[in-house]
């Protein structure tokens, strides 16, 4: 697609529920990252995917927070058995490459309430 | 580890020209971005220094010194449409080859 699409825009849950975040990266390019901004705070890196795998994990909070990318496209992160401390938007960016690009795309993120 | 560090909130009127400094920490090091993001936005890319020195693009210049692993972001004839907050970010290519990490942000205000 032309730009990082992103969904939902806006989740309300319960605590304790799992939820589902996906983000469709530019079409070609081939890295992916998720990251977590809680209000007024910055960006907190979670993971990286190059192709299908993801060499860099070292972000995830816990082990309620997993994530998958299939077909070297589409993404998504679970959180399982959220907790208010989960409340954030959650930001997803592409780049062209793992080695010459240096311009992340921003997704306008999924902004997740766990009341 | 990595660390970067920014002020976390700078003031000026419009015309004005401000400056944002970005000092970082990390185990490697292959250049150092700035994005923009307006209030509930996305982050978008302004900037990005692989080498030593200034990169200009119109209004907006930014400034790298790896020996002093510091750099800022220089805006000049600041307009209102300029208060966002703005982040640097590294590239560490040691860690598993591909971390961006972002500094914390400085917001940006702009008065009339």
């Known amino acids: 697609g032309a730009g990082v699409s992103q969904s939902p825009s806006n989740k309300v849950t319960e605590k304790g529920k799992d939820v589902e975040l996906r983000c469709d990266p530019i079409?070609?390019?081939?890295?992916l990252y998720w990251y977590r901004q809680r209000l007024g705070q910055g960006l907190e890196f979670l993971i990286y995917?190059?192709?299908?795998?993801?060499?860099?994990k070292s972000g995830l909070p816990s082990d309620r927070f997993s994530a998958e990318r299939t077909g070297g496209s589409v993404s998504t992160l679970t959180i399982q058995r959220t907790q208010q401390e989960d409340s954030a938007v959650y930001l997803c960016?592409?780049?062209?490459?793992?080695?010459?690009?240096?311009?992340?795309?921003f997704g306008a993120g999924s902004r997740l309430t766990v009341l | 580890g990595q660390s970067l560090e920014q002020p976390s909130e700078v003031t000026a009127v419009e015309g004005a020209i401000v400056q944002i400094n970005c000092t970082y920490q990390?185990?490697?090091?292959?250049?150092l971005s700035w994005y923009q993001q307006h209030d509930g936005g996305a982050p978008t890319f302004l900037s990005y220094?692989?080498?030593?020195g200034l990169e200009e693009t119109g209004r907006f210049s930014s400034f790298l010194s790896r020996s002093d692993s510091y750099g800022y972001l220089l805006l000049q004839e600041l307009q209102m449409k300029d208060s966002a907050s703005y982040f640097c970010?590294?590239?560490?290519?040691?860690?598993?080859?591909?971390?961006?990490?972002f500094g914390p942000g400085t917001r940006l205000s702009v008065l009339p």
């Open positions: 960016a592409s780049s062209l490459s793992d080695s010459g690009a240096n311009v992340l795309t």
């Open positions: 079409s070609g390019h081939t890295a």
């Open positions: 995917f190059q192709g299908n795998s993801a060499p860099d």
């Open positions: 990390t185990s490697g090091f292959y250049g």
């Open positions: 220094n692989g080498l030593d």
């Open positions: 970010a590294v590239r560490d290519l040691e860690n598993y080859g591909q971390n961006f990490v």
